[in-house]
C-alpha cells in the first residue's frame, strides 16, 4: 500500500467534554442520553442548540433509529450529520470526520456523541445479533458473547509470552486507583491484587475484573475551529494527528497485534512528539490485554513486554510519569455500549483543560488516545489513534 | 449448513473430512460463510471437503454463558483451531485438558437449536453426538 501525506489538523478544536453519568440499567431510551449530552454540551459552550450545525453519533441502541431520527427529535436543522458505527473507535472517528468537516467549511460547531442504554436483557440481544459472521460462527460456540473471544486471544497472547493471570492486574489496580478519585466511576472499591485473582471466573484467563461492565450513559464533546473557540471563551484542546487502520493482519490465526503498529510512527512524527513526550495515555480496555496490546503496537514498549512495562511504573493520576487511563477507563466506569470509544477523548479534554473531576493530572500538555474496535467474528478489526495537545491561544 | 463428517478408509488410515463452503474458481475456503468469494469475488461457492485435522491454537472455559444450554457444571470448553489446510475456526473443545499445539480433528454435528457446528476431538477419537456430548459434560 502506497503511503498517504494526509493533511494536519491545524486550527482544529476540541471543547466542551460531557460525561453523563452510567447507570448500571436503564429503561430509558438511547436518545435520551443524547438529549442530555446535547443539554450539557451547549451550556459548557454557552451556545444556543440552533449554534450546532454537525452532529456526529455512534450508538448500538439508538436502532432503528439513527443520527437523522434525532434531529427531528430534537428540532435541530444541522447542515451536516454522520453515524460511526465502530464501538471503540467510534470517538477518535467521529473526532476524525468533523475535524475534516470543519476544516473544509461544511460546519462550524459539531456534537460528537457516544451514547447508550442498557435495558435489562438489552446486552445479550446485542450480543446475539451483533454481526452476521459471529451470529454465524462464535454466539452458537458457548454464547459468551465478547467475553469468549476475548479469553481466546487472552490465552493465546499468555501462551506467546508466557504471562500469568497476575500479568494483567497492573493495567486494572491502577485504573481502579484512579476511579477512586474520579466523580462518575461506576466502581470505587479498592481492589486488591487478591480480590483480582480470586475474583468469579468468567471464561478461560479472564476473571470478574478482567471484563467491563455493561451500563448507559453518554460522552461527548464539540468540534469547532480554533477561532470559534476563541470567540466563545472556551477552554479548548488541538489534534495534532489521527491515524486509522482497518481488519490488519488479517492473516494472524489469533490476534496479538493490531494496526497501530503499522501507523503508530507516522502518527509521533506528524504530531512532532516522541514517545516520551505523551503525558497521557487513553488506550481502549474493554479487557486488559487490549490495553497491552495498544501500549505495544504504539511503540511504548516492545511486542509481548506490556506486562513488564506496566509492572514497572505507577500509571496512576497523581504519577510523575505516564498517566494511563485517568478516570478509570470502562473495566472501572463500566462500558456505557458506544460512549466507551468517546471516553478516553472525553477525559483527555478534560485533562488537558484543566478541569477534570477530581483526578487532575499535575499540567498535562499531551494525551494519545488509542481506540480498538468491532468484533466482527474472532478480533477485533478497528484500530485507531490520535494525539491531542492543550490548546495554544495566539 | 456446513457439510458432514466423511471418514474414509484408505489403507487402513483413516481421513477424516469436513465439508466446508469453497470458491470453485480459487479454491478459497470461505469461513464464515459467504456468498461471493473474498478472494476473487466469484459468486460459485460449493461445498467442498476438506481434511478436518490440525492443531488447538487457543483454548478457554466458558463460566458464563448467556445460554442456558451451556451452564454446565465444568464450564463449556471452547477453542480456536486451525486446520491442516489453513482455515482457522472457534469451535467446541471435547476436552477442556487438550492444550495450545495439541493436533485435533474436527467432526460436526447438530446442535439443540438445529445449526450445524463443528467440535474438536483428540484426533484417535470416534465421532459423537450431541446428546453423547451433554452426557459427558453433566457428569
Ligand atoms: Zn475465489
Known sequence: MSSLQKTGFDKVALVAP??????????????YFFGRSLKELTLQANIHKDHIDGIA?????????????????????????????LGGASG?????????????????????????????????????????????ATYPYGAAGPNGVFSLITQNYMDKFDLSRKDFA?????????????????????????????????????????????????????????????????????????????????????????????FANHLFESAHLARSDIDLLYTYDDYPVISMMQIEDLGFCDKGKAAEFVKNQDLTFDSPGLVHNSSGGQLSCGQAGSAAGYMGIVEAIRQLTNSALGNQVSRPFTALISGYGMVNYDRGLCSVGSILKAGARL | MFGRL???????VMTYTISLPTCDSCNAVQYPSREICRNCFSENITHKDTDASGILLAHSTIGHSLHNQFSTPAGWPIATVQLNKGTVLIVHL???AMTTGAKIR???????????????LPLSMKAISWEDLIKERMK
Open chain 2, 6 to 12: 466423511h471418514s474414509q478408509s484408505r489403507s487402513k
Open chain 1, 18 to 31: 460531557v460525561s453523563i453519568p452510567y447507570t448500571k440499567i436503564s429503561d430509558k431510551s438511547a436518545h
Open chain 2, 94 to 96: 471435547f476436552d477442556s
Open chain 1, 92 to 136: 477518535v472517528v467521529a473526532m476524525q470526520r468533523a475535524a475534516r468537516a470543519v476544516q473544509m467549511g461544511d460546519a462550524n460547531i459539531i456534537a460528537c456523541i457516544g451514547a447508550d442504554t442498557n435495558k435489562k436483557e438489552g446486552f445479550k440481544e446485542l450480543v446475539e445479533n451483533f454481526s452476521s459472521f459471529s451470529s454465524e
Open chain 2, 106 to 120: 474436527l467432526q460436526s454435528l447438530m446442535d439443540p437449536d438445529g445449526r450445524r457446528v463443528f467440535i474438536a
Open chain 1, 170 to 262: 497492573k493495567i486494572c489496580l491502577d485504573q481502579r486507583q484512579n476511579a477512586q478519585h474520579y466523580e462518575n466511576a461506576l466502581l470505587k472499591t479498592k481492589l486488591t491484587l487478591e480480590d483480582y485473582l480470586e475474583a468469579r471466573h468468567i471464561a478461560g484467563p479472564l476473571h470478574l475484573f478482567d471484563c467491563v461492565m455493561p451500563c448507559a450513559g453518554a460522552e461527548a464533546f464539540l468540534v469547532m475551529s480554533v477561532d470559534k473557540a476563541i470567540e466563545l471563551d472556551v477552554p479548548f484542546v488541538e489534534i495534532a494527528g489521527i491515524e486509522e487502520r482497518y481488519n490488519a493482519y488479517s492473516t494472524d490465526p489469533v490476534q496479538y497485534r493490531g494496526g497501530w503498529s503499522i
Open chain 1, 57 to 85: 453519533v455512534s450508538s448500538f441502541t439508538l436502532l432503528p433509529d439513527t443520527v437523522i431520527s434525532l434531529t427531528e427529535y430534537f428540532d435541530m436543522s444541522p447542515t451536516w450529520i454522520e453515524q460511526v458505527s
